[in-house]
């Protein structure tokens, strides 16, 4: 009896689980008071830009908001028209966003709002309910639904599972959406009425009427998007030589809008028929804060997953893609925590669904916006317009509200030679981005991207089952890593001390293998790069290198007048040296190698990853720095290759583009082939 007692107890008493239970029952205590200061903290970034805010920045924040608001009348006063819903709603939607983006967003470039994706998913579900609601009430349930499950997606650290809609998958939804919101104006454009449902049917109805298309509508319609192409055409020839040109080309939207509305109201104001159709806006301040129906509520919450997906990919996509130009970087999970309670909030005031919009973001950046505080001053110019202004806004033709919808979501059509590019790469993710354009347009946008994203996943299970060993008969030693190769099965030999705690690994010291010099990092993938991983394998690979070495941009080292408002990224990186007892090092990153030994397949989104993990290198430790490959399999070098990606043998001939793939990690650390470690390398002043 003793002796199974004495068993047990020494079972119990080596158990893994349990001594991790019980390690962290005793230091959770201790580490409280802290991580709760620092979840507040990371919930409201205004604590930490704030006391850092310079006075100097107070007119381009000043400019950038007073622009932005004035670009959100036109865009919400279109994209409520895709949503279906009354027109003034959209302005409704605006102000809130801006607002909240002052005290719990991470960027300051982004510019939430109304979007034109968002419309038409909006419009989708207001059409099967409109005859029990009213279309306001259930764009606000849906907003409110958006709002909890962003939120919920935030607090429960569940952003990973938005990995599953592809970079293809998303491309072919994005392509679909922006031309059946384009066919569907067409009809305000030629003053046509009674147009059947459907994008193709739409188009073939407009050709088939043609000699019955409205005169003086078709005047301002196509006369709203012959200024608009021009100014927009003066924009992209001149608007680098002067601040002004590219301000008016930016402002263009608004530009016609005060235009056409001008000629309509001097045209109409007469007439007790009017000439062409008028929006006839019509707002009253601020709506009085009215909760959503709970009935409507129960019937939107499996419906609004489809906003939540466009909401939330689009948001994040832009947020990541300025942070980047822009040198700082945005807190992920809070972004979805700011998507959630702007939502949940906008949801009391009739409103659409909102999220971030890359059109508004790239004039934001091009205003040189310096931080979110410019929300502040958008906010408060759309709640001065829903009081002062907006009676001008009654006579808006709805022709030129059409032309300016038109003319937004031409560019969201993702150019041919992408989907070429998704042919080239692979066949799995052409089909998927065709899935998901096909049926978005056929049948819904909801069941489109839902469709792609199971093809998606249904490729790489079957991808999965039907992997095959690689046999040999001899004994290889392999010596890009040390390990030893027995019959196609893996023994390692060499212990490592990675960086990161998954298992993409980050390697400084390679004990008993190859000595790693202290400008080269290793990067060692521990297995395929595709759409589920791409996006995780970049991010800890890039913060694991800036743990170790000093930034070339770091605002510590700026003029007063160049400093960065955002320390998160920072103090983040700050804290994990601290936890982890990294120490960084005194020289500038010079080589980064790419260990490809253990990566057997890549996709288009893996390929896209790994180009922005170049690029953001470069950006963030400097544009010297060489990128080497190493242990690349055939199949994946080929895919880089039909994806566009110079690469040469280190052996061959040199391209001075191309990056260069070793036959050895251990050439690929030390070869000194035009490799000088402060080459274009701008060091920081101690």
Request: net charge neutral; proline share 5%; glycine share 8%.
């Amino acid at each position: 009896m003793e002796k199974h007692v004495n068993i047990i107890t020494e079972e119990l008493r080596t158990d893994v689980t349990l001594n991790r239970v019980a390690k962290f029952a005793r230091t959770t205590p201790r580490k409280l008071p802290s991580a709760a200061k620092q979840y507040l903290l990371d919930k409201f970034p205004i604590i930490q830009w704030l006391p850092r805010y310079s006075p100097s920045w107070l007119l381009q924040d000043f400019m950038a908001g007073l622009t932005i608001g004035v670009l959100l009348i036109p865009q919400g006063l279109a994209y409520a028209k895709i949503a279906t819903i009354p027109i003034e709603n959209g302005l409704y939607s605006c102000w809130v966003p801006a607002a909240v983006m002052v005290f719990m967003g991470t960027s300051k470039d982004l510019s939430t709002g109304p979007t034109s994706i968002l419309g038409l998913l909006t419009a989708e579900i207001v059409r099967d309910l409109k005859s029990e609601y009213l279309p306001a009430d259930i764009s606000s349930a849906v907003a409110l639904m958006v709002g909890i499950w962003s939120l919920l997606i935030g607090l429960l650290g569940l952003g990973f599972l938005l990995d599953y809609v592809s970079i293809p998958v998303l491309t072919g939804f994005i392509s679909a959406t922006a031309f059946v919101i384009g066919m569907g104006q067409v009809k305000s454009l030629v003053g046509l009425d009674d147009v059947p449902d459907g994008a193709f049917n739409q188009l073939a109805n407009v050709l088939r009427r043609l000699p019955y298309w409205d005169g003086p509508t078709c005047g301002i319609g196509f006369g709203t998007v012959l200024v608009l192409l021009i100014l927009e055409k003066l924009g992209k020839k001149w608007g680098y030589k002067h601040f002004v040109i590219k301000y008016i080309s930016s402002s263009r939207a608004i530009i016609v809008m005060v235009i056409f509305t001008l000629i309509s109201y001097l045209v109409n104001k007469d007439r007790d028929e009017y000439l062409w159709g008028i929006s006839k806006v019509s707002t009253h301040g601020i709506q009085t804060p009215k909760a959503p129906d709970a009935v409507l509520i129960s019937k939107v919450i499996a419906r609004s997953i489809a906003p939540l997906v466009a909401c939330t990919l689009e948001h994040q996509a832009v947020g990541k893609a300025f942070a980047r130009r822009n040198h700082y970087t945005i807190d992920q999970t809070q972004e979805f925590n700011y998507l959630g309670v702007t939502n949940i909030v906008n949801s009391f005031f009739g409103v659409m669904p909102v999220g971030g919009a890359i059109s508004r973001t790239a004039v934001n950046s091009e205003c040189h916006v310096r931080s979110p505080l410019n929300g502040s001053i958008t906010a408060g110019f759309i709640i001065l317009t829903l009081y002062v202004f907006s009676p001008a806004l009654y006579w808006l033709p709805s022709a030129t509200l059409a032309a300016i919808i038109i003319m937004a979501v031409i560019h969201l059509f993702g150019p041919l030679s992408l989907i070429w590019r998704y042919w080239r790469i692979s066949l799995a993710d052409f089909i998927a981005c065709m899935v998901s354009f096909w049926i978005t347009i056929f049948v819904s946008a909801e069941i489109g991207i839902g469709a792609a994203a199971g093809w998606s996943v249904a490729w790489t299970l079957l991808r999965s089952a039907f992997v095959t060993p690689q046999v040999s008969a001899t004994q290889t030693l392999d010596s890009d890593d040390g390990n030893n190769v027995i019959n196609g099965i893996e023994e390692e030999t060499t212990p490592q001390q990675p960086l990161t705690r998954g298992p993409t690994q980050i390697l400084t010291e390679n004990v008993g293998g190859p000595a790693i010099p202290d400008d080269t990092v290793v990067v060692r993938f521990a297995d395929s790069l595709f759409f589920p991983n791409a996006n995780r394998n970049k991010v800890s690979a890039l913060e694991a290198i800036q743990l170790v070495y000093p930034s070339v941009q770091s605002p510590r080292y700026g003029a007063e007048a160049e400093r960065s408002w955002s320390v998160a990224g920072e103090r983040r990186l700050e804290r994990l040296r601290a936890e982890r007892g990294v120490v960084m090092r005194q020289m500038p990153l010079a080589v980064v190698v790419w260990d490809f030994g253990t990566v057997p397949f890549v996709d288009a989104t893996g390929v896209t990853a790994l180009a922005e993990l170049k690029d953001d290198v470069r950006r963030q430790l400097g544009f010297a720095v060489q990128i080497r490959f190493v242990g690349m399999a055939p199949a994946v070098r080929l895919r880089f290759r039909r994806a566009g990606w110079k690469l040469a043998d280190a052996d061959g001939l040199l391209d001075s583009d191309a990056d260069l793939v070793y036959p050895s990690l251990e050439r690929a650390i030390w070869d000194e082939r035009d490799r000088d470690s402060l080459k274009g390398i701008t060091t920081e002043k101690a």
